[in-house]
Protein backbone atom coordinates (compact mmCIF):
# COMPACT_ATOMS: atom_id res chain seq x y z
CA UNK A 1 0.00 0.00 0.00
CA UNK A 2 1.47 3.10 -0.88
CA UNK A 3 -0.42 6.41 1.34
CA UNK A 4 1.65 9.10 -0.67
CA UNK A 5 0.19 11.77 -3.35
CA UNK A 6 1.79 11.70 -6.62
CA UNK A 7 4.52 14.34 -7.33
CA UNK A 8 1.81 16.44 -9.51
CA UNK A 9 -0.77 15.96 -6.45
CA UNK A 10 1.57 17.37 -3.90
CA UNK A 11 2.49 20.67 -6.38
CA UNK A 12 -1.49 21.12 -7.08
CA UNK A 13 -1.46 21.46 -3.10
CA UNK A 14 1.15 23.66 -2.41
CA UNK A 15 0.24 26.06 -5.02
CA UNK A 16 -3.88 25.95 -3.74
CA UNK A 17 -2.08 26.00 -0.38
CA UNK A 18 -0.26 29.41 -1.22
CA UNK A 19 -3.24 30.47 -3.22
CA UNK A 20 -5.89 30.30 -0.08
CA UNK A 21 -3.82 31.47 2.13
CA UNK A 22 -2.48 34.70 0.57
CA UNK A 23 -5.10 35.41 -1.76
CA UNK A 24 -8.53 33.74 -0.46
CA UNK A 25 -8.34 33.86 3.01
CA UNK A 26 -8.20 38.04 3.55
CA UNK A 27 -11.15 38.24 1.33
CA UNK A 28 -13.42 35.44 2.86
CA UNK A 29 -14.77 37.96 6.01
CA UNK A 30 -15.71 40.44 3.24
CA UNK A 31 -17.53 38.15 1.10
CA UNK A 32 -19.46 36.36 4.04
CA UNK A 33 -20.35 39.68 5.45
CA UNK A 34 -21.62 41.31 2.13
CA UNK A 35 -23.26 38.26 0.85
CA UNK A 36 -21.50 38.85 -2.51
CA UNK A 37 -19.16 36.03 -4.40
CA UNK A 38 -16.01 38.10 -4.94
CA UNK A 39 -15.93 38.34 -9.05
CA UNK A 40 -12.21 39.01 -8.94
CA UNK A 41 -11.01 36.21 -7.04
CA UNK A 42 -13.14 34.00 -9.31
CA UNK A 43 -12.13 35.17 -12.83
CA UNK A 44 -8.38 34.49 -11.27
CA UNK A 45 -8.89 31.44 -10.11
CA UNK A 46 -10.57 30.77 -13.92
CA UNK A 47 -7.30 31.67 -15.33
CA UNK A 48 -5.71 29.21 -13.18
CA UNK A 49 -7.85 26.30 -14.33
CA UNK A 50 -9.34 25.58 -10.96
CA UNK A 51 -12.87 25.55 -12.46
CA UNK A 52 -11.71 22.68 -14.32
CA UNK A 53 -9.47 20.72 -11.77
CA UNK A 54 -10.79 16.85 -12.35
CA UNK A 55 -11.11 16.79 -15.98
CA UNK A 56 -9.14 15.68 -19.33
CA UNK A 57 -6.93 18.58 -20.89
CA UNK A 58 -8.73 17.56 -23.90
CA UNK A 59 -11.96 19.71 -22.30
CA UNK A 60 -9.48 22.51 -21.00
CA UNK A 61 -9.52 20.86 -17.48
CA UNK A 62 -6.16 20.27 -15.28
CA UNK A 63 -6.66 16.26 -15.59
CA UNK A 64 -6.20 16.14 -11.80
CA UNK A 65 -8.55 13.56 -11.72
CA UNK A 66 -10.84 12.93 -8.74
CA UNK A 67 -7.87 13.31 -6.20
CA UNK A 68 -6.77 16.86 -7.68
CA UNK A 69 -10.23 17.81 -7.17
CA UNK A 70 -10.67 17.05 -3.49
CA UNK A 71 -6.96 18.66 -2.82
CA UNK A 72 -8.90 21.63 -4.52
CA UNK A 73 -12.17 21.33 -2.14
CA UNK A 74 -10.01 20.59 1.26
CA UNK A 75 -8.07 23.50 0.64
CA UNK A 76 -10.79 26.02 -0.74
CA UNK A 77 -13.36 25.05 1.95
CA UNK A 78 -10.46 25.57 4.83
CA UNK A 79 -10.29 29.27 4.28
CA UNK A 80 -13.59 29.77 2.38
CA UNK A 81 -16.97 27.94 2.18
CA UNK A 82 -18.63 30.05 0.19
CA UNK A 83 -16.28 30.04 -2.51
CA UNK A 84 -15.59 26.62 -2.34
CA UNK A 85 -19.61 25.99 -2.41
CA UNK A 86 -19.47 28.08 -5.41
CA UNK A 87 -16.92 25.90 -6.86
CA UNK A 88 -17.98 22.22 -5.52
CA UNK A 89 -21.59 23.04 -7.31
CA UNK A 90 -20.07 24.34 -10.77
CA UNK A 91 -17.38 21.62 -10.94
CA UNK A 92 -18.77 18.77 -8.72
CA UNK A 93 -22.34 18.56 -10.24
CA UNK A 94 -22.84 21.00 -13.16
CA UNK A 95 -20.19 20.35 -15.11
CA UNK A 96 -19.49 16.71 -14.24
CA UNK A 97 -23.17 15.71 -15.12
CA UNK A 98 -22.25 17.07 -19.03
CA UNK A 99 -18.36 15.45 -18.27
CA UNK A 100 -19.75 11.81 -17.05
CA UNK A 101 -22.75 11.59 -20.19
CA UNK A 102 -22.68 14.47 -22.64
CA UNK A 103 -22.20 13.94 -26.09
CA UNK A 104 -18.78 14.95 -27.31
CA UNK A 105 -20.10 17.61 -29.13
CA UNK A 106 -21.80 19.05 -26.25
CA UNK A 107 -18.53 18.89 -24.46
CA UNK A 108 -16.55 20.46 -26.70
CA UNK A 109 -19.03 23.10 -26.86
CA UNK A 110 -19.57 24.01 -23.43
CA UNK A 111 -16.40 22.23 -20.95
CA UNK A 112 -13.55 24.51 -21.93
CA UNK A 113 -15.65 28.12 -21.38
CA UNK A 114 -16.98 25.42 -17.56
CA UNK A 115 -13.09 24.81 -17.19
CA UNK A 116 -11.92 28.39 -18.09
CA UNK A 117 -14.66 29.78 -15.39
CA UNK A 118 -16.18 31.58 -18.49
CA UNK A 119 -19.13 30.44 -17.77
CA UNK A 120 -20.49 29.34 -14.39
CA UNK A 121 -22.49 26.49 -13.62
CA UNK A 122 -25.41 24.85 -11.75
CA UNK A 123 -27.40 21.87 -11.32
CA UNK A 124 -30.93 22.21 -10.96
CA UNK A 125 -32.84 18.58 -9.17
CA UNK A 126 -34.46 20.59 -6.34
CA UNK A 127 -38.29 22.11 -6.83
CA UNK A 128 -40.78 23.05 -4.22
CA UNK A 129 -42.15 19.59 -4.07
CA UNK A 130 -39.37 17.26 -4.80
CA UNK A 131 -35.63 17.52 -2.47
CA UNK A 132 -34.75 13.71 -0.59
CA UNK A 133 -37.84 12.85 -3.34
CA UNK A 134 -35.94 14.07 -6.16
CA UNK A 135 -38.36 11.52 -8.24
CA UNK A 136 -41.30 13.99 -7.62
CA UNK A 137 -39.75 16.53 -10.01
CA UNK A 138 -42.84 18.31 -12.04
CA UNK A 139 -40.39 20.55 -13.89
CA UNK A 140 -41.86 19.94 -17.58
CA UNK A 141 -39.94 19.65 -21.12
CA UNK A 142 -42.14 19.66 -23.97
CA UNK A 143 -41.01 18.58 -27.70
CA UNK A 144 -42.53 21.08 -30.38
CA UNK A 145 -40.32 20.93 -33.66
CA UNK A 146 -36.34 20.81 -33.00
CA UNK A 147 -36.86 22.40 -29.70
CA UNK A 148 -37.79 21.64 -25.95
CA UNK A 149 -39.88 23.96 -23.93
CA UNK A 150 -38.97 24.14 -20.02
CA UNK A 151 -42.00 25.01 -17.53
CA UNK A 152 -41.66 24.93 -14.05
CA UNK A 153 -39.32 25.57 -10.88
CA UNK A 154 -36.38 24.90 -9.26
CA UNK A 155 -35.63 25.53 -5.92
CA UNK A 156 -32.45 26.27 -3.31
CA UNK A 157 -30.20 25.75 -6.65
CA UNK A 158 -26.83 27.32 -5.87
CA UNK A 159 -25.05 29.66 -8.29
CA UNK A 160 -28.78 30.26 -9.37
CA UNK A 161 -28.11 33.74 -9.28
CA UNK A 162 -24.51 33.82 -11.10
CA UNK A 163 -24.71 30.86 -13.85
CA UNK A 164 -24.58 31.16 -17.64
CA UNK A 165 -25.19 27.65 -17.81
CA UNK A 166 -27.63 25.58 -16.22
CA UNK A 167 -27.96 21.31 -16.09
CA UNK A 168 -31.26 21.16 -15.49
CA UNK A 169 -33.61 17.90 -15.35
CA UNK A 170 -37.10 18.34 -15.97
CA UNK A 171 -39.94 15.38 -16.88
CA UNK A 172 -40.11 14.46 -20.48
CA UNK A 173 -43.24 11.97 -20.42
CA UNK A 174 -45.13 12.03 -17.33
CA UNK A 175 -46.39 8.58 -17.84
CA UNK A 176 -43.08 7.36 -17.07
CA UNK A 177 -42.09 10.09 -14.03
CA UNK A 178 -38.85 10.20 -13.54
CA UNK A 179 -37.57 7.04 -13.64
CA UNK A 180 -37.32 6.69 -17.78
CA UNK A 181 -39.16 10.02 -18.18
CA UNK A 182 -36.93 12.41 -17.04
CA UNK A 183 -34.78 13.95 -19.23
CA UNK A 184 -31.18 16.91 -18.42
CA UNK A 185 -31.13 19.61 -20.28
CA UNK A 186 -28.26 22.58 -20.69
CA UNK A 187 -29.54 25.72 -20.53
CA UNK A 188 -28.12 28.97 -21.26
CA UNK A 189 -29.39 31.63 -18.66
CA UNK A 190 -29.85 34.16 -21.20
CA UNK A 191 -32.51 32.17 -23.23
CA UNK A 192 -35.83 33.98 -22.77
CA UNK A 193 -38.34 32.71 -20.39
CA UNK A 194 -35.69 31.83 -17.66
CA UNK A 195 -35.07 33.87 -14.61
CA UNK A 196 -33.42 33.32 -11.02
CA UNK A 197 -34.90 34.73 -8.11
CA UNK A 198 -33.12 37.45 -5.42
CA UNK A 199 -30.28 35.05 -3.14
CA UNK A 200 -32.14 33.14 -0.36
CA UNK A 201 -30.97 34.34 2.67
CA UNK A 202 -29.23 31.54 4.75
CA UNK A 203 -27.83 30.83 7.84
CA UNK A 204 -24.25 30.07 6.18
CA UNK A 205 -22.40 30.37 2.88
CA UNK A 206 -23.45 33.63 2.67
CA UNK A 207 -21.27 34.96 -0.34
CA UNK A 208 -22.79 31.62 -2.47
CA UNK A 209 -25.84 32.64 -3.78
CA UNK A 210 -28.99 30.36 -3.95
CA UNK A 211 -32.29 30.70 -5.44
CA UNK A 212 -35.33 29.76 -7.32
CA UNK A 213 -35.17 29.46 -10.65
CA UNK A 214 -37.96 29.93 -13.17
CA UNK A 215 -38.58 29.00 -16.36
CA UNK A 216 -41.64 29.95 -18.29
CA UNK A 217 -41.73 28.46 -21.86
CA UNK A 218 -38.19 28.34 -22.46
CA UNK A 219 -36.76 27.04 -25.26
CA UNK A 220 -34.12 24.57 -25.60
CA UNK A 221 -32.34 23.30 -28.70
CA UNK A 222 -32.70 18.96 -29.44
CA UNK A 223 -28.43 19.73 -29.28
CA UNK A 224 -28.99 20.44 -25.67
CA UNK A 225 -30.12 17.22 -24.44
CA UNK A 226 -27.37 15.73 -22.06
CA UNK A 227 -27.16 11.81 -22.07
CA UNK A 228 -30.15 10.13 -23.62
CA UNK A 229 -33.52 11.17 -23.68
CA UNK A 230 -35.59 9.69 -20.67
CA UNK A 231 -31.90 8.43 -18.74
CA UNK A 232 -31.75 12.13 -17.20
CA UNK A 233 -32.60 10.88 -13.42
CA UNK A 234 -29.63 8.49 -13.81
CA UNK A 235 -27.25 11.19 -14.82
CA UNK A 236 -28.06 12.95 -11.89
CA UNK A 237 -27.94 10.15 -9.39
CA UNK A 238 -24.81 9.29 -10.97
CA UNK A 239 -23.20 12.95 -10.67
CA UNK A 240 -24.61 13.61 -7.41
CA UNK A 241 -22.53 9.89 -6.34
CA UNK A 242 -19.47 11.58 -6.92
CA UNK A 243 -20.31 14.45 -5.68
CA UNK A 244 -20.48 13.11 -2.28
CA UNK A 245 -16.59 12.42 -2.50
CA UNK A 246 -15.40 16.21 -3.23
CA UNK A 247 -17.49 17.35 -0.59
CA UNK A 248 -16.48 15.02 1.81
CA UNK A 249 -12.74 16.53 1.09
CA UNK A 250 -14.38 19.90 1.54
CA UNK A 251 -16.25 18.86 4.73
CA UNK A 252 -12.17 17.02 5.84
CA UNK A 253 -10.81 21.05 5.25
CA UNK A 254 -13.49 22.66 7.52
CA UNK A 255 -12.70 20.15 9.89
CA UNK A 256 -9.10 21.43 9.39
CA UNK A 257 -9.22 24.56 9.32
CA UNK A 258 -10.93 24.17 13.09
CA UNK A 259 -8.60 21.85 14.87
CA UNK A 260 -5.75 24.54 13.47
CA UNK A 261 -7.62 27.65 14.74
CA UNK A 262 -7.87 25.91 18.39
CA UNK A 263 -3.96 24.34 17.96
CA UNK A 264 -3.37 28.27 18.21
CA UNK A 265 -5.86 29.58 20.36
CA UNK A 266 -5.15 26.80 23.07
CA UNK A 267 -1.38 27.63 23.10
CA UNK A 268 -1.84 31.33 22.98
CA UNK A 269 -4.69 31.65 25.84
CA UNK A 270 -3.94 31.54 29.30
CA UNK A 271 -6.28 30.98 32.25
CA UNK A 272 -5.23 29.15 35.93
CA UNK A 273 -1.78 31.05 34.93
CA UNK A 274 -1.35 28.51 32.20
CA UNK A 275 -1.56 28.01 28.70
CA UNK A 276 -5.14 26.27 28.07
CA UNK A 277 -3.41 23.43 26.08
CA UNK A 278 -2.40 22.56 29.90
CA UNK A 279 -5.87 21.52 30.80
CA UNK A 280 -6.81 17.67 29.92
CA UNK A 281 -10.52 18.81 29.03
CA UNK A 282 -9.16 21.02 26.18
CA UNK A 283 -6.58 17.97 25.41
CA UNK A 284 -9.38 15.59 24.97
CA UNK A 285 -11.31 17.76 22.43
CA UNK A 286 -8.44 18.24 20.33
CA UNK A 287 -7.20 14.46 20.17
CA UNK A 288 -10.83 13.39 19.19
CA UNK A 289 -10.88 16.03 16.25
CA UNK A 290 -7.83 14.93 15.32
CA UNK A 291 -8.69 11.49 15.37
CA UNK A 292 -11.72 12.14 13.62
CA UNK A 293 -10.29 14.20 10.61
CA UNK A 294 -7.57 11.87 10.30
CA UNK A 295 -10.20 8.67 9.48
CA UNK A 296 -11.96 11.47 7.53
CA UNK A 297 -8.94 11.70 5.44
CA UNK A 298 -8.17 7.82 4.75
CA UNK A 299 -11.91 7.20 3.38
CA UNK A 300 -11.98 10.42 1.26
CA UNK A 301 -8.99 10.06 -0.55
CA UNK A 302 -8.90 6.26 -0.70
CA UNK A 303 -12.53 6.68 -2.16
CA UNK A 304 -11.36 9.13 -4.88
CA UNK A 305 -8.78 6.70 -5.92
CA UNK A 306 -11.35 4.28 -5.80
CA UNK A 307 -13.13 6.87 -8.45
CA UNK A 308 -9.92 7.57 -10.18
CA UNK A 309 -9.50 3.44 -10.77
CA UNK A 310 -12.59 3.16 -12.10
CA UNK A 311 -13.63 0.73 -9.11
CA UNK A 312 -17.34 1.02 -7.61
CA UNK A 313 -17.62 3.84 -5.09
CA UNK A 314 -20.83 4.83 -4.39
CA UNK A 315 -21.42 3.17 -0.68
CA UNK A 316 -17.90 4.93 0.64
CA UNK A 317 -18.84 7.94 -1.55
CA UNK A 318 -22.12 7.94 1.00
CA UNK A 319 -19.52 7.47 3.68
CA UNK A 320 -17.39 10.67 2.42
CA UNK A 321 -20.50 12.68 2.53
CA UNK A 322 -21.89 11.40 5.97
CA UNK A 323 -18.87 11.15 7.98
CA UNK A 324 -17.19 14.26 6.54
CA UNK A 325 -20.15 16.39 7.11
CA UNK A 326 -20.79 15.22 10.54
CA UNK A 327 -17.32 15.48 11.19
CA UNK A 328 -16.95 19.05 10.36
CA UNK A 329 -19.94 19.84 12.58
CA UNK A 330 -18.79 18.38 15.65
CA UNK A 331 -15.19 19.43 14.94
CA UNK A 332 -16.38 23.43 14.56
CA UNK A 333 -18.47 23.03 17.31
CA UNK A 334 -15.65 21.98 19.56
CA UNK A 335 -13.39 24.44 18.26
CA UNK A 336 -15.97 27.03 19.34
CA UNK A 337 -15.79 25.63 22.90
CA UNK A 338 -12.42 26.00 22.86
CA UNK A 339 -12.71 29.23 21.89
CA UNK A 340 -15.43 30.44 24.73
CA UNK A 341 -17.02 33.52 23.91
CA UNK A 342 -14.63 34.65 21.42
CA UNK A 343 -15.75 31.47 19.69
CA UNK A 344 -19.80 33.22 18.86
CA UNK A 345 -18.14 36.78 18.22
CA UNK A 346 -18.96 37.85 14.71
CA UNK A 347 -15.62 39.70 14.50
CA UNK A 348 -13.94 36.43 14.45
CA UNK A 349 -13.61 33.66 11.49
CA UNK A 350 -15.42 30.39 14.67
CA UNK A 351 -18.78 31.87 14.41
CA UNK A 352 -18.65 31.93 10.20
CA UNK A 353 -17.59 28.66 10.17
CA UNK A 354 -20.00 26.83 12.46
CA UNK A 355 -22.65 28.89 10.52
CA UNK A 356 -21.37 27.81 7.13
CA UNK A 357 -20.59 23.99 8.24
CA UNK A 358 -23.88 22.74 9.29
CA UNK A 359 -25.68 22.83 5.60
CA UNK A 360 -22.92 20.36 5.11
CA UNK A 361 -25.53 17.75 6.92
CA UNK A 362 -28.53 18.89 4.31
CA UNK A 363 -27.42 19.30 0.69
CA UNK A 364 -26.50 17.14 -2.05
CA UNK A 365 -28.88 14.59 -0.17
CA UNK A 366 -29.39 14.65 3.20
CA UNK A 367 -27.57 12.80 6.15
CA UNK A 368 -30.71 10.81 5.81
CA UNK A 369 -30.50 9.86 2.13
CA UNK A 370 -26.70 9.11 2.68
CA UNK A 371 -27.70 6.53 5.37
CA UNK A 372 -30.26 4.90 2.94
CA UNK A 373 -27.80 4.95 0.44
CA UNK A 374 -25.07 2.96 2.48
CA UNK A 375 -27.69 0.95 3.65
CA UNK A 376 -29.40 0.12 0.41
CA UNK A 377 -25.88 -0.53 -1.11
CA UNK A 378 -24.73 -2.95 2.01
CA UNK A 379 -28.04 -5.19 1.47
CA UNK A 380 -27.43 -5.94 -1.98
CA UNK A 381 -24.23 -7.08 -1.56
CA UNK A 382 -26.21 -9.76 0.27
CA UNK A 383 -28.70 -9.59 -2.56
CA UNK A 384 -31.78 -7.65 -0.54
CA UNK A 385 -33.24 -4.69 -2.93
CA UNK A 386 -34.55 -2.06 -0.61
CA UNK A 387 -36.78 0.66 -2.28
CA UNK A 388 -37.27 4.00 -0.44
CA UNK B 1 17.31 37.52 -23.98
CA UNK B 2 19.06 33.98 -22.28
CA UNK B 3 18.27 34.07 -18.30
CA UNK B 4 19.33 31.40 -15.98
CA UNK B 5 17.90 31.27 -12.89
CA UNK B 6 19.58 29.44 -10.20
CA UNK B 7 17.11 27.96 -7.42
CA UNK B 8 17.56 26.34 -4.24
CA UNK B 9 15.33 24.00 -2.66
CA UNK B 10 15.81 24.13 1.64
CA UNK B 11 14.12 22.70 4.27
CA UNK B 12 10.56 24.07 5.29
CA UNK B 13 10.55 25.99 7.83
CA UNK B 14 7.43 23.99 9.26
CA UNK B 15 9.20 21.23 9.39
CA UNK B 16 11.63 21.65 12.00
CA UNK B 17 11.70 22.86 15.07
CA UNK B 18 15.30 24.61 17.40
CA UNK B 19 15.36 22.98 20.18
CA UNK B 20 17.70 25.14 22.11
CA UNK B 21 18.57 23.69 25.43
CA UNK B 22 19.61 20.26 23.28
CA UNK B 23 21.29 22.84 20.82
CA UNK B 24 19.51 20.79 18.35
CA UNK B 25 17.54 20.73 15.11
CA UNK B 26 14.89 18.35 15.56
CA UNK B 27 13.23 17.19 12.01
CA UNK B 28 9.57 16.22 11.90
CA UNK B 29 8.63 16.45 8.53
CA UNK B 30 10.89 15.69 4.81
CA UNK B 31 9.49 18.80 4.00
CA UNK B 32 11.40 20.88 1.42
CA UNK B 33 10.54 24.61 -0.29
CA UNK B 34 11.72 26.59 -2.98
CA UNK B 35 14.17 29.08 -1.30
CA UNK B 36 11.69 32.71 -1.38
CA UNK B 37 14.41 35.10 -2.64
CA UNK B 38 15.14 32.27 -5.61
CA UNK B 39 11.05 32.04 -6.29
CA UNK B 40 11.29 36.19 -6.79
CA UNK B 41 13.86 35.67 -8.87
CA UNK B 42 12.36 32.94 -11.11
CA UNK B 43 9.15 35.52 -10.90
CA UNK B 44 11.88 38.16 -12.23
CA UNK B 45 13.27 36.25 -14.86
CA UNK B 46 10.27 35.33 -16.01
CA UNK B 47 8.57 38.84 -16.50
CA UNK B 48 11.82 40.21 -17.91
CA UNK B 49 11.71 37.40 -20.69
CA UNK B 50 7.97 38.11 -21.54
CA UNK B 51 8.76 41.26 -21.83
CA UNK B 52 11.62 41.12 -24.12
CA UNK B 53 10.87 39.51 -27.76
CA UNK B 54 12.82 36.00 -27.93
CA UNK B 55 13.67 35.92 -24.44
CA UNK B 56 13.93 32.32 -22.44
CA UNK B 57 14.11 31.20 -19.39
CA UNK B 58 16.24 28.18 -17.95
CA UNK B 59 16.26 26.93 -14.39
CA UNK B 60 19.18 25.27 -12.85
CA UNK B 61 19.47 23.83 -9.23
CA UNK B 62 21.81 21.23 -8.41
CA UNK B 63 21.39 18.50 -5.33
CA UNK B 64 18.87 15.54 -4.60
CA UNK B 65 15.06 14.97 -5.11
CA UNK B 66 14.25 18.31 -3.46
CA UNK B 67 16.16 20.24 -6.33
CA UNK B 68 14.08 18.31 -8.91
CA UNK B 69 11.15 19.39 -7.32
CA UNK B 70 12.14 22.76 -7.43
CA UNK B 71 12.46 22.36 -11.09
CA UNK B 72 9.28 21.40 -11.75
CA UNK B 73 7.82 24.18 -10.03
CA UNK B 74 9.77 26.43 -12.31
CA UNK B 75 8.62 24.44 -15.28
CA UNK B 76 5.08 24.72 -14.08
CA UNK B 77 5.16 28.75 -13.56
CA UNK B 78 6.78 28.82 -17.20
CA UNK B 79 10.84 28.37 -17.38
CA UNK B 80 11.14 27.00 -21.45
CA UNK B 81 14.07 24.35 -19.68
CA UNK B 82 15.42 22.69 -16.46
CA UNK B 83 18.68 21.17 -15.67
CA UNK B 84 18.95 19.73 -12.73
CA UNK B 85 22.41 18.49 -11.35
CA UNK B 86 21.53 15.49 -9.66
CA UNK B 87 23.89 14.62 -6.54
CA UNK B 88 22.54 13.95 -3.31
CA UNK B 89 26.09 15.73 -2.04
CA UNK B 90 25.54 18.97 -3.55
CA UNK B 91 22.59 19.66 -1.26
CA UNK B 92 24.50 21.23 1.34
CA UNK B 93 27.44 22.42 -0.82
CA UNK B 94 29.50 25.64 0.07
CA UNK B 95 29.55 28.33 -2.21
CA UNK B 96 32.83 27.94 -3.88
CA UNK B 97 31.56 24.49 -5.45
CA UNK B 98 28.16 25.41 -5.87
CA UNK B 99 30.55 28.15 -8.15
CA UNK B 100 31.92 25.72 -10.00
CA UNK B 101 29.00 23.60 -11.18
CA UNK B 102 27.06 26.69 -12.20
CA UNK B 103 29.76 27.56 -14.19
CA UNK B 104 29.95 24.37 -16.08
CA UNK B 105 26.12 24.03 -16.23
CA UNK B 106 25.83 27.48 -18.08
CA UNK B 107 28.26 26.12 -20.62
CA UNK B 108 25.84 22.98 -20.82
CA UNK B 109 22.98 25.20 -21.13
CA UNK B 110 24.66 26.93 -24.33
CA UNK B 111 25.89 30.64 -22.11
CA UNK B 112 23.42 33.13 -21.08
CA UNK B 113 23.31 36.65 -20.54
CA UNK B 114 21.64 36.97 -17.16
CA UNK B 115 21.82 34.60 -14.08
CA UNK B 116 19.49 35.83 -11.44
CA UNK B 117 19.45 33.82 -8.23
CA UNK B 118 17.95 35.23 -4.65
CA UNK B 119 19.42 37.63 -2.61
CA UNK B 120 18.85 35.95 0.57
CA UNK B 121 19.30 31.96 1.61
CA UNK B 122 16.50 31.32 4.48
CA UNK B 123 19.07 28.81 6.19
CA UNK B 124 23.07 29.65 5.84
CA UNK B 125 22.44 33.04 4.13
CA UNK B 126 26.56 33.37 3.02
CA UNK B 127 25.46 35.34 0.09
CA UNK B 128 28.82 33.64 -1.38
CA UNK B 129 27.43 32.02 -4.70
CA UNK B 130 26.12 35.46 -6.72
CA UNK B 131 29.37 37.39 -6.26
CA UNK B 132 31.72 34.23 -6.82
CA UNK B 133 30.22 33.35 -9.79
CA UNK B 134 30.44 36.79 -10.94
CA UNK B 135 34.12 37.11 -10.58
CA UNK B 136 34.79 33.64 -12.01
CA UNK B 137 32.84 34.98 -15.06
CA UNK B 138 34.17 38.26 -15.09
CA UNK B 139 31.15 39.70 -14.97
CA UNK B 140 29.71 42.41 -13.43
CA UNK B 141 27.66 41.74 -10.37
CA UNK B 142 24.42 43.91 -8.41
CA UNK B 143 23.30 42.47 -5.45
CA UNK B 144 19.17 42.61 -4.00
CA UNK B 145 17.74 44.04 -7.24
CA UNK B 146 14.17 45.18 -6.19
CA UNK B 147 13.06 44.81 -10.61
CA UNK B 148 15.21 44.34 -13.39
CA UNK B 149 13.79 45.62 -17.11
CA UNK B 150 16.04 46.36 -20.21
CA UNK B 151 17.64 49.54 -19.84
CA UNK B 152 15.44 52.52 -21.92
CA UNK B 153 17.78 54.50 -23.46
CA UNK B 154 20.59 51.85 -24.46
CA UNK B 155 20.67 48.50 -26.08
CA UNK B 156 21.78 45.31 -24.84
CA UNK B 157 22.06 46.61 -21.14
CA UNK B 158 20.22 46.39 -18.44
CA UNK B 159 18.65 48.31 -15.75
CA UNK B 160 18.29 47.10 -12.16
CA UNK B 161 16.44 49.17 -9.29
CA UNK B 162 17.56 49.13 -5.76
CA UNK B 163 15.71 49.81 -2.31
CA UNK B 164 17.68 51.96 -0.14
CA UNK B 165 16.57 53.29 2.55
CA UNK B 166 13.98 56.15 1.88
CA UNK B 167 14.10 55.52 -1.87
CA UNK B 168 15.28 53.64 -5.03
CA UNK B 169 18.43 53.59 -6.54
CA UNK B 170 18.54 52.57 -10.39
CA UNK B 171 21.70 51.19 -11.95
CA UNK B 172 22.70 50.62 -15.27
CA UNK B 173 24.79 46.96 -16.31
CA UNK B 174 26.32 45.63 -19.53
CA UNK B 175 25.68 42.06 -20.33
CA UNK B 176 26.11 39.41 -19.34
CA UNK B 177 26.06 40.00 -15.33
CA UNK B 178 24.14 38.02 -12.20
CA UNK B 179 21.91 39.60 -10.50
CA UNK B 180 20.73 38.74 -7.01
CA UNK B 181 17.15 39.63 -6.34
CA UNK B 182 15.66 41.24 -3.03
CA UNK B 183 13.43 38.91 -1.11
CA UNK B 184 9.52 40.49 -1.15
CA UNK B 185 9.97 42.04 -4.47
CA UNK B 186 8.14 40.52 -7.73
CA UNK B 187 5.62 38.50 -6.34
CA UNK B 188 5.57 35.26 -7.62
CA UNK B 189 2.81 34.35 -9.97
CA UNK B 190 0.68 30.86 -9.12
CA UNK B 191 1.43 27.90 -11.31
CA UNK B 192 -1.71 27.25 -12.98
CA UNK B 193 -3.10 23.76 -12.30
CA UNK B 194 -3.08 22.16 -16.00
CA UNK B 195 0.47 23.53 -15.77
CA UNK B 196 1.65 21.55 -13.01
CA UNK B 197 -0.19 18.21 -14.28
CA UNK B 198 1.73 18.59 -17.88
CA UNK B 199 5.02 19.94 -16.07
CA UNK B 200 5.10 15.81 -14.26
CA UNK B 201 3.41 14.47 -17.20
CA UNK B 202 6.14 15.68 -19.50
CA UNK B 203 9.24 13.04 -19.39
CA UNK B 204 11.32 15.89 -20.95
CA UNK B 205 10.19 18.52 -18.63
CA UNK B 206 13.85 18.21 -16.63
CA UNK B 207 17.45 17.73 -18.12
CA UNK B 208 19.44 15.03 -15.38
CA UNK B 209 23.16 15.35 -15.63
CA UNK B 210 25.48 14.36 -12.96
CA UNK B 211 28.57 16.27 -12.02
CA UNK B 212 30.81 14.39 -13.71
CA UNK B 213 28.83 14.98 -16.99
CA UNK B 214 29.57 18.36 -16.22
CA UNK B 215 32.98 17.57 -16.26
CA UNK B 216 33.53 17.70 -12.48
CA UNK B 217 35.49 15.15 -10.73
CA UNK B 218 35.91 14.91 -6.93
CA UNK B 219 38.49 17.70 -6.22
CA UNK B 220 36.60 20.08 -7.83
CA UNK B 221 33.68 19.07 -5.64
CA UNK B 222 35.70 18.65 -2.62
CA UNK B 223 33.88 21.65 0.02
CA UNK B 224 36.28 24.59 1.22
CA UNK B 225 34.49 24.97 4.27
CA UNK B 226 34.04 22.19 7.30
CA UNK B 227 31.06 22.03 9.17
CA UNK B 228 31.80 21.42 12.58
CA UNK B 229 28.29 22.14 14.48
CA UNK B 230 25.53 24.24 15.09
CA UNK B 231 25.10 26.40 17.77
CA UNK B 232 21.82 28.69 18.76
CA UNK B 233 21.75 31.26 20.61
CA UNK B 234 18.83 32.29 23.40
CA UNK B 235 15.84 33.34 22.35
CA UNK B 236 15.23 37.08 22.37
CA UNK B 237 13.45 38.49 25.47
CA UNK B 238 11.59 41.36 24.60
CA UNK B 239 10.81 44.25 27.41
CA UNK B 240 10.94 44.26 30.29
CA UNK B 241 7.71 45.45 32.83
CA UNK B 242 7.84 47.85 35.69
CA UNK B 243 5.38 47.16 38.60
CA UNK B 244 4.66 49.83 41.54
CA UNK B 245 2.49 52.61 41.74
CA UNK B 246 3.18 55.60 39.40
CA UNK B 247 5.73 57.55 41.61
CA UNK B 248 7.44 54.24 41.67
CA UNK B 249 7.36 53.22 38.02
CA UNK B 250 9.01 56.78 37.11
CA UNK B 251 11.63 56.61 39.68
CA UNK B 252 12.97 52.80 38.08
CA UNK B 253 12.35 53.90 34.92
CA UNK B 254 14.15 57.82 35.26
CA UNK B 255 17.08 55.07 36.73
CA UNK B 256 17.17 52.77 34.33
CA UNK B 257 17.77 55.28 32.09
CA UNK B 258 20.46 57.17 33.82
CA UNK B 259 22.40 53.94 33.40
Not at chain 1, 61 to 76: D, K, Q, S, T
Not at chain 1, 109 to 135: H, M, Q, V, W
Not at chain 1, 300 to 313: E, H, Q, S
Not at chain 2, 117 to 131: C, E, H, N, R, S
Request: glycine share 10%.
Amino acid sequence: MDFTFSPQHAALRRMLRDFCQQELRPRAAQVDHTGQPDREILRWMGELGLFGVPFSQEYGGAGAGEIGYCILMEELNRVCPSTAAIIGAHIGIAAMSLYLDGSPALKRKYLPDLCAGRAIGAFGLTEPNAGSDAAAIQLRATLEGDAYFLDGQKMWITNGPIADLVMVLAVTDPALGAHGGATVFVVETNTAGFSAGKPEKKMGLHGSPTSVLNFDDVRVPKENVLGQVGLGFVTFMKTLDIGRVSLGAATLGGAEAALQASLRWVKARSQFGRPIANMQSIQFMLADMATEIEALRSLVYRTAWLVDTDRPFVKEAGMCKLLGSETASRCIDRALQIHGALGVSREFHIERGWRDARIGEIFEGTNEIQRIVIASELLQEIGVRIRP
Amino acid sequence: MNIVVLLRALRDPASFSVNRRAQKIFVHRDLHRLNPADHNALEAALALAGASAGGSVAALACGGEPAGEALYQARAMGAGRALWVKDEALQPADGAVVTRVVQQALARLGGADLVLLGADVLDADLAQVGPRLAAAQGWPFVEAGYRVRAAPASQGRLQVVLAKPGGYQAVEIGLPAVVSIAVDSNKPRYPSAPSIMRAYADLQALDVVSPAELGLDQAALAARVDRLGESFPPERTFGERLEGTLGDVVAQLAARLQR
